[in-house]
Nanobody, 123 residues
Framework: QVQLVESGGGLVQPGGSLRLSCAAS????????MGWYRQAPGKQRELVALITRGGSINYADSVKGRFTISRDNAKNTLILQMNSLKPEDTAVYYC?????????????????WGQGTQVTVSS
C-alpha cells in the first residue's frame, strides 16, 4: 500500500541537467533512509546517493560534485539534481525508501522501490 512514484527522466546532451523526483504515498508513518540507485544495461545496480531522515548524505565517487540529493520530509519527496551529465550516467534510475507504514491496525516496516525512470545522456 506504499508506492514510490518517479518523474523527471529523459534524454539530454552531455553537459546537460535533469532533476529526478520521487514521491512516496500511502499509509505512511515514517520514512527513514532514502536513496537513488541506477542500473545500466549489462551491469549491476549501484548506489548513486543516499540520504538519511536527518540529512546525512553519501554519494558514489562517480557523481560527487555533479549530483545533489535532497528530501522534503513534510512532502515525502526525494530529489536528485543531476548536472554536468556524462554518457556514463546513462541508466535506469530507481528510487528506494525504508518505510514504516500502517497495515490495518499494525505498524510495519519494509523497503520499497520505485518503478525506475530512464536517463539517457547522448549527443
Amino acid at each position: 500500500q506504499v508506492q514510490l512514484v518517479e518523474s523527471g527522466g529523459g534524454l539530454v546532451q552531455p553537459g546537460g541537467s535533469l532533476r529526478l523526483s520521487c514521491a512516496a504515498s500511502g499509509s505512511l508513518f515514517r520514512i527513514n533512509d532514502m536513496g537513488w540507485y541506477r542500473q545500466a544495461p549489462g551491469k549491476q545496480r549501484e548506489l548513486v546517493a543516499l540520504i538519511t531522515r536527518g540529512g546525512s548524505i553519501n554519494y558514489a565517487d562517480s557523481v560527487k560534485g555533479r549530483f545533489t540529493i535532497s528530501r522534503d520530509n513534510a512532502k515525502n519527496t526525494l530529489i536528485l539534481q543531476m548536472n554536468s551529465l556524462k554518457p556514463e550516467d546513462t541508466a535506469v534510475y530507481y528510487c528506494n525508501a525504508d518505510v514504516q507504514y500502517w497495515n490495518t491496525y499494525n505498524l510495519n516496516r519494509s523497503n520499497y522501490w520505485g518503478q525506475g525512470t530512464q536517463v539517457t545522456v547522448s549527443s
